[in-house]
């Protein structure tokens, strides 16, 4: 399996009222359309599993200007709300480094022998090319910390140029072991909010500049990483951490 190739684009982050989420779905639906991932599932949910070194060098990089994340993402989905979400297996490793408003990522697809490995704390095969995109972020062995499990609802542009994720009921967890169901059980912290992410590539498109100006006054700078290791820390991050900006 080989990883895609970078993505370089432009991300903004909200965690807006119920009222401004369907006030600014509403300006941006006549330029957007939905994205469904599992057509037998319609209620699609991710399960995001955050990984660090023993001693946290991808959180202190939020201090250097130039964040960076290393991820297991796997997706699972739901018939309907009442009834469990089951991955879909479907999963990828992702580095995803945050500059300001620039972003790049880069995923490379998983199997399920490597996904159980990086899960319990051991290493990826030396051949494996998701073992070459872990190298050339840490040297260091890498662990699992903190999950975000969160139902998703996703808008595009045709052209795929614009993608608006809504991440609802998002609650960050113990990492799961391999094997265990899809939602996580040994919950850490609920999100008092839903968190609305906005991507773009190239040049800002007018209607979406207008559609950020309700959006301004809930605008956030953290990360889910960063939500996470908060809960897992009690509230805080550890020192220097939280002198690190």
């Not at 982050?13 to 009222?19: C, D, E």
């Not at 779905?25 to 939905?34: N, Q, Y």
């Not at 480094?97 to 030396?126: D, F, Y």
């Given at each position: ?95 995803k480094v ?38 050339r972020l840490?040297?260091?062995?890498v662990k ?102």
């Amino acid at each position: 399996m080989e990883c895609h190739s970078p993505e370089l684009d432009h991300e903004r982050r909200f965690h807006p009222s119920v009222s401004v989420v369907e006030a600014f779905l509403s300006a941006v639906g006549p330029f957007t359309e939905p994205r469904r991932y599992e057509l037998g599932y319609p209620h699609a949910f991710t399960r995001t599993t955050y990984f660090d070194t023993e001693e946290l060098s991808l959180l202190s990089s939020r201090g250097t200007g130039s964040a960076q994340r290393l991820r297991l993402r796997e997706y699972a989905g739901a018939v309907d709300l009442a009834q469990p979400p089951v991955l879909t297996g479907q999963r990828f490793l992702e580095v995803k480094v945050t500059s300001g408003e620039r972003r790049m990522k880069s995923r490379c697809p998983l199997s399920g022998v490597e996904a159980e490995a990086l899960l319990s704390g051991a290493p990826l095969p030396e051949a494996s090319v998701a073992a070459e995109l872990v190298r050339r972020l840490t040297p260091a062995p890498v662990k699992p910390m903190v999950t975000a499990w969160y139902r998703r609802v996703t808008r595009v542009t045709s052209d795929e140029r614009v993608r608006i994720t809504l991440d609802e009921d998002l609650t960050f967890a113990l990492p799961p072991a391999p094997g265990e169901p899809a939602a996580p059980t040994r919950l850490l912290q609920r999100a008092p909010s839903a968190l609305l992410e906005v991507k773009w590539q190239a040049r800002l498109p007018y209607w979406l500049e207008r559609a950020f100006v309700p959006l301004m006054a809930c605008e956030t700078h953290g990360s889910k990483f960063e939500e996470g290791m908060r809960a897992l820390f009690g509230g805080a991050l550890p020192l220097p951490l939280s002198k690190a900006r």
